[in-house]
Every structure is written in structure tokens, then in C-alpha cells.
């Protein structure tokens, strides 16, 4: 049985057969492209569950791809999982705060990658639970829809941004090092820096514009999400 759809957008012909095989092994439909524009039209055409973006396409790179699927409100939920030979974090780091939900440096196990996949996808559906709204001030965020709304204006928020404010909403006043939000956030089975959260909150900080106070750093240990009457 078919586990959903992945769009492949890479122009390295060997490396989608090989990504084509491994996925399909574990039941996914595998779609591929082999240049931005393409992958980008075929992503608003068949809306996949999944992306895999290469950084360094031909014509629009991976980055623009990234940029262009996170603006078009038919395509910003969609999880996406940057390929890249570079391995440079600052390189890492611009596709995460363009919205990338996770990233995968070659050369890669295909095990892994498919690892990635899965662990992504499981972080993007809504809980096996009822409707529950969490209410903190202006803020409401609808845990089975996935919906979050400020001062009832939707919130567009990538599935690792809505993990981030739904487990600091669930915690109001208690600290957090990093690597507790790892394990809250991205699981225990991706392998990220401490700054791949950082890159996180920073975009989830300007998406609650306003409300980014929020969240507070807290010097030498993490974050918190900081209670009402912290506010009074």
C-alpha cells in the first residue's frame, strides 16, 4: 500500500533513480524533476506529501524552489527535506529559515533519507485525538486541525514551527534546553544541531509577529514559553 506521494526535485539522474528505488521499497509513489521550475510546477499541480529539494539546480535553485512552495498559499504546508553536497552550516541554515522542515547532506544512506522521510511526515499529521484548542491570550491553536490563529488571523507555520508552539503552549513557564526542543520537535531519530532549533524559533518568532515576546530566551540553557501573568 502506497504510503503518499514524494516529488524528487534533483538534476542528478542517478541519484533520483536511486532515491526513486529505496523510497518505492517502502511504499511510496515517487515523483521527479530535474530542474526548479519543473518541480516547482508539478508541487502546485499534484501537491505531494513530501519534497526533496537539491540546492544546486540549474535555472532556479533549490533555495528559490523552497521560497516559492513556503509563499504560495496552495503549497506553504507541505513539508519539504533539502538535499545538498554543501556542508557548510551557514548553507544549512539559510534553507531552514526559508522554511525547510529538515535537510540531508550527500552523500547519503538511502536509509537514512528514508528515515528523514518518515520521521518528517509523522511530524506533519494532525494527532490521532480530538479537536483541542489551546488559548494563550490572542493566540488559539487548534491541535487536530493543525490551525493556529492571532487575534483570528490564520497563522501559515511550517510542521516543525507548529510542533515548536504547541509543545511551548502545552508548558507555559517551564525551561527547555535545546536539545529537549530536539526531541519535542524533530524526534529523537534526527541527527541536528543545537542551532537548527535556533533557526526554528527565530522563523516562528516572526510568523507570531507581535507575540514573538512569547517565547523568551533564557541565557545558557534554552527557551521558554512565558505564562500570562508573566505579562500582567
Known sequence: MAKGRILVIDDEADLIELVRYNLEQEGFKVRSASDGESGLSIAIQEMPELVLIDLMLPGMDGLE??????????????????????????????????????????PFSPRELAARVKAVLRRSL??????????????????ARREVNLNGTPVELTATEFRLLQFFAEHPGRVFSRSELIDAALGREVSVVDRTIDVHITGLRKKLAGYSAWIETVRGFGYRFREENDFE
Do not use: F, N, W
Open 65 to 106: 524552489v523552497c521560497r516559492s512552495l513556503r509563499a504560495d498559499s496552495r503549497t506553504s504546508s507541505i513539508p519539504i527535506i533539502m538535499l545538498t553536497a554543501k556542508s557548510a552550516e551557514s548553507d544549512r541554515i539559510v534553507g531552514l529559515e526559508l522554511g525547510a522542515d529538515d535537510y540531508v547532506i550527500k
Open 126 to 143: 494532525p494527532p490521532r485525538s480530538q479537536s483541542r484548542v489551546i488559548h494563550r491570550g490572542g493566540l488559539s491553536i487548534d491541535t
